[in-house]
């Protein structure tokens, strides 16, 4: 979906007009490249974007709507789309703003460990739905204690 979108355009969408014909074709090759590896996870983003979209406020996603034979697949599962079309843009950016300053709380308690398991979490997300999920993401657990040194840092 994503892949033949691109082919039959020589513009990258958003971008395409502003780029020369020559970057564009290096941004579609590595797309295509970057989709294969994501076992198409780009396409189907692309196509729930498409059919869904999203809003500031979520809830955009009903899969009722959908009318997928047994031979199709379609399943939004990246954790960033899910966010961003369930929760909205605003609840999706604040809850990473939120997770960004966990880990800055990590890389001042210089806990190496929490810092490269947050970065895992984050990249699994990418094929996973879990960065919202306090059973697969425990980074969540340390939300109070990052705050609370947050903002001792500001008193002082």
Known sequence: FFLAECAGNSNVPIIGEILPEGI???????????????NWRLSLTSQSMKIFGFSLLGGNVDLDLL???ENSYFYIDSGYTIMLQNWG??????????????MYYFVKIKRYDLIISGICIALWTLNEPILNLVNYNFIIFFSAKAIRYIR?????
């Open 24 to 38: 564009n074709n290096i941004i579609i090759s590595f797309s295509h490249v970057l989709d294969k590896a994501m």
């Open 67 to 69: 009318h997928i034979d």
């Open 89 to 102: 843009a605003i609840f999706s950016a604040l809850f990473l703003l939120f997770m960004t300053i966990i």
């Open 152 to 156: 001792c840092l500001q008193i002082q």
